[in-house]
C-alpha cells in the first residue's frame, strides 16, 4: 500500500511538472504515465471491474465537492434554461438520435432498441471529473465555462435515471410505459434532493456547534459523503444529492454571513446568548474567511482523488480489446461528435453567442469513470457485453485525449477572440460596457482619476497572482470605497481627480492603482507585506481627511494575497475587509 501511495504521487507531481512545461492538461499526463506503469510494472496496479467501481464511489464525492463549492449559485439561477437544455434535453434527443442511426452504419449488429439505448446513455452524458479537471486548465469566458461544468454536473443525473430505470429494463425484457417512467422521475429527483437538502442541513446545525476548523472540514465532507450513500443505498441519483447538499451548505453560509457577518465578535463582546437555541440562532456556522480556507483544501484533496481516478481508468485499458473493436470505437465515436456539435450549435445559435463557443461546448463532451461504471453494470449474460465494454472504454480514452488536444488547438488559434470575451464578460458592470471593444481597449485608464479600468487591473492581478505562486513573493492589495449620495456628478468627478492624484504620487512606480466601479478604486502593492500595505492605506487616509469635506465618506479594506488566491478571492477578500469597516466605523480593516 505505501509503494502503490508513494507511485501515486509521483504520477501527480510527473504530472504537473509535464502540465508547467508543455502546457499539456495533468489529467492526460496521469492518464498517459499510469498506462506505462502498468504496462512496464504490472505488480503494481492489479484492478477488477468491481475494485474499479469501488474506488470511484469512493473518490466521487471527495472530487466532486471542490467542483460544486466553486460554481456560483447565482449564475446557475442566471442560465438555468441553458443548462436545463445541456443536461436533460440534449441529452434526451441525442440519445434518440443516436439510437435512430446506429441500425444504419453497423448493420452487420442486431442491436435492439434497449440495447441502443443502454449504449449511448453511457455515452451522450459528459463526465463530471474529466471535465471539470480539463476545463480549469484554460482561460476562458466564465458563462462557457459554467456551461461546461454544469452541464456535466448534471446530465450524469439525466443518463443514470435512464440508464437504470429504463434502458436496463428494457435491456432485461421488462416493459416501461410512460405512466412508470414519469413516477420514476419524479421519484428520484424528489428524493435525491431531499436526502442532499436534509443532510446539509444536519451538518450545517454540527458544524455550529463543533468551532474547531479541522472538525468542521471532515463535517463538509461527512455532509458529501452521507448524502451520496444513503441516495446509493436507496437506488436513487447519488451525484444529485452531492449536487442537492452542497449548494444547500453554500445557501446556507452565505445567508447567515449576509445577515450578520460579525455575529461571533458581537456575542464575544456583549456576552448576551447563554441558551444552546440562541447559540445556534446566532452564531455563524463558519465565517467567510474559514469558508474560502475550506474551499482550497477541498480542492488540494481533490487533487490527489482526481490522481487515483485517472489511475485506475489507465490501468483497466485492455488494447487487445480496443484493438479488436477498433472500428465500432471510431463509428461510435464520429456519431456522438456530430450530434453533440449539432445540439451545442442549435443552442449557441438561439442565444446569439460567438459560433466558435460552439466547437469549446463540443470539445469539453469528454466521457469518463461513470461511463466505465455504468457498462461495468452491464447482465454477465448480455451478448454484446465485450464490444460496449471496448466502445465505452474507448471512447473514453478517444475523448479524452483527441478532444483535449484539439480543445488546446482551438483555444492557442482563437486566444484574441476568448480574450475579448473575457474582457467583454469583466466589463457587464463596469460604466465604460456600453461603449465599443475598440473604444474600450484604448480608453486604458479612467478619465479623472488616471486609474485603469477595471478589466485592466483584473488582467494585471492575476499577472500578478502568477508571480506570486512561481516566485514566492508578496503582494497585497487595498480598496478604497467612497460614499457620497448628496454629490453632483461634477463634484464627484473633482473628488476622483483628488483622489487619484493624491494615490498616483503615494505609490510606487511598481504598484498599480486601478478603477473596479464608479464608488471603489484598487491599489496593488507589489512585493509589499501586508503590514506595509496597512501604511500605505494609513497614508493615504489621511490625506484624505484633510482633503474632502465631512459629507463624504470613505473606508479601506486591505489584503494580502496567498500562492492559492485566484482574482476572485483577493476582490472578495477586499469586499468582506471594507463591509468590516462599515459594521465597524473604523477607516482601515484588514481581512486574511
Excluded at 483544501?297 to 473493436?325: C, K, P, Q, S
Excluded at 484604448?442 to 485592466?456: C, G, I, P, Q
Excluded at 459594521?583 to 484588514?590: A, P, R, S
Amino acid at each position: 500500500m505505501l509503494t502503490l501511495i508513494t507511485v501515486l504521487i509521483l504520477i501527480i507531481l510527473l504530472s504537473r511538472i509535464t502540465e508547467e512545461t508543455t502546457k499539456i492538461p495533468s489529467t492526460l499526463a496521469i492518464i498517459l504515465y499510469a498506462f506505462l506503469l502498468s504496462i512496464f510494472f504490472p505488480h503494481l496496479f492489479s484492478i477488477s471491474s468491481e475494485e474499479f467501481n469501488e474506488i470511484l464511489y469512493l473518490m466521487l464525492p471527495i472530487i466532486l465537492l471542490p467542483d460544486i463549492l466553486n460554481i456560483s449559485i447565482k449564475e446557475l439561477k442566471l442560465y438555468a434554461k441553458e443548462i436545463f437544455y445541456l443536461a436533460v434535453v440534449s441529452v434526451i434527443v441525442s440519445i434518440a438520435l443516436a439510437s435512430f442511426v446506429t441500425p444504419y452504419i453497423l448493420p452487420e449488429y442486431s442491436f435492439t432498441f434497449g440495447m441502443l439505448l443502454a449504449l449511448f446513455t453511457m455515452l451522450m452524458a459528459t463526465d463530471a471529473i474529466t471535465v471539470s479537471s480539463i476545463m480549469a486548465r484554460f482561460k476562458l469566458p466564465n458563462r462557457l465555462k459554467i456551461y461546461a461544468e454544469s452541464e456535466s454536473l448534471f446530465n450524469d443525473v439525466t443518463a443514470l435515471i435512464i440508464y437504470y430505470f429504463i434502458a436496463l429494463p428494457l435491456l432485461e425484457g421488462s416493459t416501461v410505459d410512460a405512466m412508470s417512467v414519469n413516477f420514476i422521475v419524479f421519484k428520484v429527483l424528489f428524493f435525491s434532493t431531499l436526502i442532499g437538502v436534509a443532510t446539509a442541513s444536519a451538518g450545517f446545525l454540527a458544524i455550529k456547534i463543533l468551532r474547531n476548523p479541522f472538525d468542521q472540514f471532515l463535517i463538509i465532507y461527512l455532509i458529501v459523503i452521507v448524502s451520496f450513500l444513503v441516495a446509493e443505498h436507496f437506488h436513487i441519483a447519488g451525484i444529485l444529492s452531492i449536487v442537492a447538499a452542497v449548494i444547500t451548505f453554500k445557501i446556507l453560509v452565505q445567508r447567515e454571513t449576509k445577515k450578520n457577518p460579525h455575529a461571533i465578535e458581537k456575542q464575544e463582546e456583549e456576552g448576551v446568548y447563554t441558551t444552546l437555541m440562541e447559540f445556534l440562532k446566532n452564531v455563524p456556522a463558519i465565517t467567510k474567511h474559514e469558508f474560502r480556507e475550506y474551499k482550497k483544501e477541498a480542492m488540494f484533496v481533490g487533487v490527489f482523488a482526481n490522481a487515483v481516478v485517472f489511475t485506475v481508468i489507465a490501468n483497466i485499458i485492455d488494447l487487445h480489446l480496443l484493438l479488436r473493436y477498433w472500428y465500432e470505437i471510431l463509428v461510435v465515436f464520429a456519431l456522438t461528435s456530430v450530434i453533440r456539435f449539432a445540439s451545442t450549435a442549435s443552442l449557441i445559435a438561439t442565444m446569439k453567442l460567438p459560433f466558435y463557443w460552439t466547437k469549446t461546448l463540443t470539445l469539453s463532451g469528454t466521457k469518463g469513470a461513470l461511463a466505465i461504471i455504468m457498462v461495468h453494470s452491464l447482465p454477465a449474460w448480455f451478448v454484446y457485453k465485450e464490444l460496449f465494454t471496448a466502445i465505452v472504454i474507448g471512447n473514453v480514452i478517444v475523448s479524452t485525449f483527441i478532444y483535449t488536444f484539439l480543445l488546446m488547438w482551438h483555444i492557442a488559434s482563437h486566444a484574441k477572440e476568448y480574450e475579448s470575451d473575457c474582457a467583454q464578460e469583466n466589463m457587464e458592470h463596469d460604466p465604460l460596457a456600453t461603449f465599443s471593444k475598440e473604444l474600450v481597449s484604448v480608453l486604458e485608464k479612467d478619465t479623472y482619476s488616471k486609474a485603469y479600468n477595471r478589466v485592466f487591473i483584473e488582467d494585471i492581478l492575476s499577472k500578478e497572482l502568477a508571480r506570486v505562486r512561481r516566485y514566492k513573493i508578496e503582494l497585497s492589495a487595498i480598496v478604497l470605497k467612497l460614499t457620497c449620495q448628496a454629490c453632483s456628478e461634477k463634484q464627484r468627478h473633482e473628488i476622483v481627480h483628488a483622489i487619484g492624484s493624491i494615490i498616483t504620487e503615494d505609490i510606487r512606480t511598481n504598484d498599480y492603482f486601478g478603477k473596479l466601479d464608479e464608488e471603489r478604486f484598487v491599489i496593488l502593492a507589489t512585493n509589499t507585506s501586508l503590514s506595509g500595505a496597512l501604511v500605505l492605506a494609513q497614508k493615504i487616509e489621511k490625506q484624505l481627511e484633510e482633503i474632502l469635506d465631512k459629507e463624504v465618506g470613505f473606508h479601506f479594506g486591505v489584503t494580502e494575497a496567498h500562492e492559492t488566491d485566484d482574482v476572485a478571492a483577493i476582490f472578495e477578500k477586499l469586499g468582506d475587509a471594507v463591509v468590516k469597516s462599515i459594521d465597524h466605523k473604523k477607516g482601515i480593516e484588514i481581512e486574511v
